[in-house]
């Protein structure tokens, strides 16, 4: 994989649905696999970019995308190939608290979460959502299987108080 610099950043730069810059630092060529099928693709790496990956126009209309909202699906290559698109927070893409929790001040807790049944048996990547930021607690990101629905999320509490975490908070 070859990662070329962007010399002329402001040319690149990219402004997000929520007007927030979005500053495109380097582009590389990768090979994107969306069930079974393979797409070469030349992409811009960001600095900070929250959903992790987007898809531009260019590349939609290349691959003759078409988006229902009804069904949630994304169709490339004249529905050759259809993928089900998930929000950031849908039950279907998020864990969520086992239990109530107290996380006492200064101090990290490990704690039980929970999973929609299609991650079952499959290695998930834990993470912090864009608006779990409001949360005083700190996420460690985390590669962890889901057994049973199941699996375990390390957090921190940096407050010099008692933060609680209710039962089902995504």
Known sequence: MNITPIINKAKYDLLSANGTDIKIISQVEVQIYLKGLKFYQHVGTAKELNPQFLLRVDFLSANEARICYKTDTLSLLEDLNQITMYSMCDEANCMSLA?????????EATISVIGHKHLNNKSVMLEESQHAKRCP?????ALTLVKNNKAVCQIMNMNPYVVTLKKGLK
Request: glycine content about 0%; charged content about 15%.
């Open 99 to 107: 239990r109530t929790e107290c996380i006492q001040p200064f101090s």
């Open 137 to 141: 607690i700190a996420v460690a990101n």
